[in-house]
């Protein structure tokens, strides 16, 4: 009963004083911020394209980000990486994404380090149509979906999974234009959607600019 008799005694007192349950919730609360907080952050980080008269590919570079509220984390990295091509419009997944440099044929799950940057391949380009990458060869290239057809836009997203299966998706749209003068015969553009985290970066950077350029001396 001694035992018994301080538990109650324990749980009553800390009942009363709120004490306990407060340290609870706190703790709680810290252990889940904290999750977060670490937890990897990607954004997109400019777009490339490379290839020759007859295959090009088209990439956007993802970043596993350090940045939270203008300071600098040090995240966890994205380990065992997917993605897939999802259209919103029409609710559905099309097909996996591939890595750049990824061998043909062999899907890689790629692991993206605090800072690091990895290229992921949106569209490959073969006698002038846009399709799925799947491979360089020309078998490959043929064989693959058409993902926009000439003189038309469409909006579509990257979802990336890691090892736990959390997701994060990367919004871009690709315009493709007829262009004689092009490589190929059409023009391709790859636009990322500008997140609010985006804006607040680049408007941090500008008021550091303007802050400087008004401050600094003048001779």
């Not at 999802?86 to 099309?94: M, N, R």
Request: glycine residues 8%; positive net charge.
């Amino acid at each position: 009963m001694g035992f018994l008799g301080d538990i109650n005694t324990f749980f009553g007192d800390a009942l009363k004083s709120g004490d306990f349950w407060l340290g609870t919730i706190v703790t709680a609360f810290l252990a889940v911020f904290r999750n977060r907080l670490y937890r990897p952050k990607i954004r997109a980080n400019g777009c490339m394209s490379g290839g020759d008269a007859q295959f090009s590919k088209h990439s956007i570079g993802i970043v596993n980000s350090p940045s939270f509220l203008g300071f600098t984390i040090d995240r966890n990295p994205l380990i065992d990486a997917t993605a897939w091509m999802y259209d919103p419009k029409a609710g559905k997944t099309l097909a996996n994404m591939r890595w750049r440099d990824e061998p043909d044929n062999k899907l890689i799950k790629q692991t993206i380090e605090v800072t690091e940057r990895r290229d992921l391949i949106v569209c490959g380009v073969h006698q002038g149509r846009v399709h799925h990458f799947v491979g360089t060869s020309a078998n490959d290239s043929e064989k693959s979906e058409t993902i926009v057809e000439k003189g038309q836009s469409r909006k579509l997203e990257a979802h990336l999974t890691d090892r736990f299966n959390r997701k994060q998706k990367i919004r871009f749209m690709i315009t493709v234009s007829e262009r004689r003068a092009a490589p190929q015969g059409v023009e391709v553009r790859v636009r990322v959607k500008t997140t609010m985290a985006d804006r607040a970066n680049q408007f941090r950077d500008g008021f550091k600019e303007m802050l400087y350029a008004i401050t600094r001396p003048r001779y």
